[in-house]
């Protein structure tokens, strides 16, 4: 029985650090979590074992996949196979930027808070140590919430949503540490944009050093990450 008083929340899941980090903290502020991620054509699907694993960890009332293609608009090194996955640092918005890709996910988290009658929504982006996302940065989030209170029946009516990006303004170190208080087991998340089926991590890619300079700047001694074979160690 849900209890008298308590919020819901919708929290989206990736697989990663950061968003294990996210629903970690929504669940300490004592909302009931509703975790939701996305089958959306990504290079593989161990991210989504991971969120499975993940939730159900920290606990949830629900999780929920949605599935859907954006490999069919490509445009993206993790949607479409003919762009590989940079593993030399860049300038610039990287090709690992998914067009629209967190405009998309918080619309769909959007409309299963109106139905849940949650009045929160919290996404993992990072305006900090993040690769030159457009749709991570703070004005992004501003922007997005205004929109979703003028387009949604629960907005007009006075129930306003709020985006919450506990991450924001946090370095990766600072984000771990709080993973780490808060008792997130991070060997269970999957960062890495070209992580093997069994989610083990290339240890090259872009999200892979921020990950392990991450770990190192936390003081963390060994490093939870699953490596494939051969790789970081």
Known sequence: MKNVGVERAVVLVSGGLDSA???AMAKTQTYDCYSLAFDYGQRHHSELAAAEIIAGN???MAHKVVKLDLSTI???ALTDDTIAVPTEASTGIPVTYVPARNTVFLSIALGWAEVLQARHIFIGVNAVDYSGYPDCRPAYIAAFQHMANLATKAGIEGNTITIHTPLINLSK?????QGLILGVDYSKTVSCYQADEAGRACGMCDSCRLRRDGFVQAGVEIDPTRYQPGKMQ
């Not at 170190?173 to 540490?177: N, P, T, V």
């Open 74 to 76: 490509g445009g993206s």
């Open 173 to 177: 170190a600072d984000i771990i540490r």
């Open 21 to 23: 980090t996210v629903l």
């Open 58 to 60: 920290i606990g949830v």
